[in-house]
């Protein structure tokens, strides 16, 4: 089975609206949305089952108990995130505290207990035809590998028998959920746009997946904003000997589709043929 | 000391909507102003206002310091660390200074007291001028795990300032660096876009600034003619629609050049300017009306 | 000689899998006793150093050699001065390559990608 994994690095280049229409066309039976603080597939990809659904334990957070507590300061005094208080007693901010276990450890009275936090959900979408994982982060809760490290798992431990494609939606950014969305997959296709932003993002998410040893190719999305630009994305890729696989141009009609909760290939628009091409084009390589 | 002046935080949930190319816009549209970049894992703002470095500080965080030699090996501080930045070999700990979030636990902790902290450097801020505008640009270094230090940093600047107008450019989404960006603003303007996966993202940072109680508004970029959702939410919620820009193919590619809008000419002077105002005015009423301070 | 690979499931007949840090088991085989036993990877609840921990388990366990397709450089430092050796697989089970390292078939991974925190500066 292969893997491939969509990334942009900058956000907002239109990943997901690539991923959607690769996973239309491609008919592939797992698909996983990676993007767990800002998930956007499922807009998308219409589901006809409820999602099974599973609590996300991130860090644990600290608790004080007021009845135990003797009013030291202790806590506030030694605490580095800033995230005790004490207007009606000392309080613990759940968005601050980095569940560190210091204040647990120098409460005197034992009136801190660190306690398991949710921060987010997993769902599993099953039909009969494909898999879908997804997860969302609460606000506030650290990004980590982790999250993002579980969602791939439950798509890979409910596969169809049969399954020759997975696609993945990555999140953007170069950090730690991309690289742990990195694991394993068989190609990246990078969605980039024609602006000095999205280029220096390229290039740093190129130079991540570069040391991963992961194959990789390139397309241009809403490449006639900027054509200039887009052709500078070309010759780097020609340089870096990265295959270049297709532009997109800017389509009002993309915003359609995904407004009505289609993708760009369910109509027929500019942005949905040129999406096409790619497709072929990464299939080729994969 | 008494304040005239407001802080305004930019922020949008989606990456790609025009968080930056808004804070940009207004900071340069107010010709006299301060930007500060909290963006720092991507900071993109002095792309667009190539300021005039005058000045660069090092952040830094505290990280421990083992004396070997008071060290008996007992393993309290490995056993201890939540974030597995401390390993265990051939008897003694090992740190690992990328991923110690310093919280100081080990330090507290150990009963040799052979734990003491330096300090690491955990990235920089850079200030220069650009016109009239000063610029302040947060940057994480490679391989870090947390921005939040160089924010505050950044803030410390914000909470300096008593004249001029601050506009905080913050990161895209909804995680913790983003909670600490809009801390000490007196008003959130928030980035929408016309598709439902930005509406999706909006709901979450609406959620997130009134958590903080906020005063926030929304700012609708790149509106088409047919329906925007994104619109649409704001009417239902009752969130206030500051101004919209027009999805404009000439603005995209001025933005994605990298240059100020404002400055290239009088409509885009306009449009910006008017949205100042419309923002300073509603962000005074609500703070007059809400004070923080 | 002790010697520690990777596992999706645990089964010595199917494939070792490709994250080490975040891998939901570790094999532990004896080739001298041939006794074989799995550890739930208790690095897997962890938000971040995953590499690390997995590793300390590896090392704590007396292990000579780590059989697996990729590591960080966080894990691989702790394995190094552990004294542990690690060993690049090859596609295919954890018994095929216990085999290829035991007939002396495996190279030494000797790249180690970046800490899951790797971002860059502009």
């Known amino acids: ?286 | ?293 | 000689m002790k010697i520690a690979i990777p596992m999706n499931e645990q089964s010595m007949h199917t494939d070792v899998c490709p994250s080490f840090g975040r891998a939901p088991y570790f094999l532990f085989y004896d080739s001298v006793t041939n006794e074989a036993y799995y550890l739930d990877n208790e690095a897997v609840a962890s938000q971040g150093g995953a590499g690390i921990r997995a590793a300390q388990v590896i090392a704590d366990r007396g292990v000579k050699a780590l059989i697996a397709p990729r590591c960080g450089e966080n894990a691989a430092e702790v394995l190094t001065k552990a004294e542990v050796f690690v060993y690049r697989s090859i596609p295919g089970t954890a018994r095929q390559n216990i085999e290829a390292h035991l007939n002396n078939q495996l190279p030494l991974l000797n790249e180690f990608h970046a800490g899951f925190h790797g971002h860059e500066k502009k």
Do not use: W
């Open chain 1, 1 to 286: 089975m292969k893997q491939l994994l969509i990334l942009s690095g900058k956000g907002g280049t239109g990943k997901t609206t690539v991923a959607g229409a690769l996973i239309k066309l491609s008919q592939a039976r797992a698909y996983a949305d990676c993007d767990v603080d800002a998930p956007n597939l499922h807009l998308s990809m219409a589901q006809t089952a409820e999602a099974e659904r599973n609590d996300y334990y991130g860090m644990p957070k600290a608790r004080i108990d007021a009845e135990i507590c003797i009013g030291c300061g202790q806590c506030e005094e030694h605490c580095r995130f800033d995230a005790i208080s004490n207007e009606n007693g000392y309080l613990v901010d759940p968005f601050s505290c980095e569940g560190c276990g210091v204040c647990e450890a120098v409460c005197p009275v034992n009136a801190i207990q660190m306690h398991p936090s949710v921060a987010g959900e997993q769902m599993l979408y099953r039909s009969a035809h494909s898999v879908f994982s997804t997860a969302q982060l609460r606000m506030g809760s650290g990004t980590s590998g982790k999250l993002v490290t579980e969602v791939k798992k439950r798509m890979l431990s409910s596969l169809l028998q049969e399954t020759e494609l997975a696609i993945i939606d990555g999140s953007p950014g170069i950090g730690c959920p991309v690289i742990a969305s990195m694991s394993g997959v068989s190609m990246v296709l990078i969605v980039t746009e024609p602006s000095i932003s999205g280029i220096s993002d390229m290039e740093r998410i190129l130079h991540t997946a570069e040391i991963f040893h992961t194959p990789t190719c390139v397309c241009a999305n809403k490449a006639d904003v900027n054509s200039e630009l887009t052709e500078k994305i070309k010759r780097f890729c020609e340089e870096k000997q990265i295959p270049f696989v297709g532009t997109i141009p800017y389509d009002p009609a993309a915003v359609t589709a995904i407004n009505s909760g289609k993708t760009i290939v369910d109509l027929d628009c500019p942005s949905g043929r040129a999406v096409r091409e790619i497709f072929a084009e990464t299939m080729r390589l994969l």
């Open chain 2, 1 to 293: 000391m008494k304040k005239s002046n407001l802080t305004i935080a930019v922020l949008s949930g989606k990456g790609g909507t025009g968080k930056t190319l808004l804070s940009v816009n207004l900071a340069a549209a107010a010709e006299t102003a301060v930007y500060l970049d909290c963006d720092v894992e991507e900071p993109n703002g002095h792309l667009f206002f190539q300021p005039e470095i005058t000045s660069e500080e090092t952040v830094s965080a505290k990280i421990p310091l083992i004396d070997y030699n008071r060290c008996n090996g007992c393993r309290t501080c490995v056993d201890f660390c939540k974030f597995n930045a401390l390993a265990f070999i051939k008897n003694k700990p090992v740190l690992f200074k990328d991923v110690c979030h310093s919280c100081g636990g080990c330090v507290l902790l150990c009963p040799q007291k052979a734990i003491s902290e330096e300090e690491k450097n955990v990235g920089v801020i850079q200030s220069g001028m650009s016109g009239q505008v000063r610029v302040h640009t947060g940057c994480l270094n490679a391989g870090e795990a947390s921005g939040i230090p160089i924010i505050k940093e950044l803030l410390k600047k914000s909470a300096a300032e008593t004249a001029l107008p601050v506009f905080i450019d913050c990161p895209p989404g909804s995680a913790c660096s983003v909670m600490e960006s809009v801390k000490d603003a007196d008003y959130c303007v928030l980035v929408a876009e016309p598709t439902v996966f930005g509406v999706h993202n909006l709901k979450m940072v609406c959620d997130l600034v009134e958590v903080f109680h906020k005063p926030h508004g929304v700012v609708l970029n790149k509106c088409l003619e047919e329906e925007n959702p994104a619109e649409e939410f704001c009417k239902e919620q009752h969130v206030t629609i500051l101004g919209r820009i027009p999805f404009d193919s000439k603005l995209g590619s001025i933005s994605s050049s990298a240059k100020i809008a404002v400055k290239e000419n009088n409509r885009y002077r306009e449009l910006f300017s008017k949205l100042l105002h419309t923002i300073i005015e509603e962000a005074s009423r609500e703070t007059a009306t809400h004070p923080q301070r």
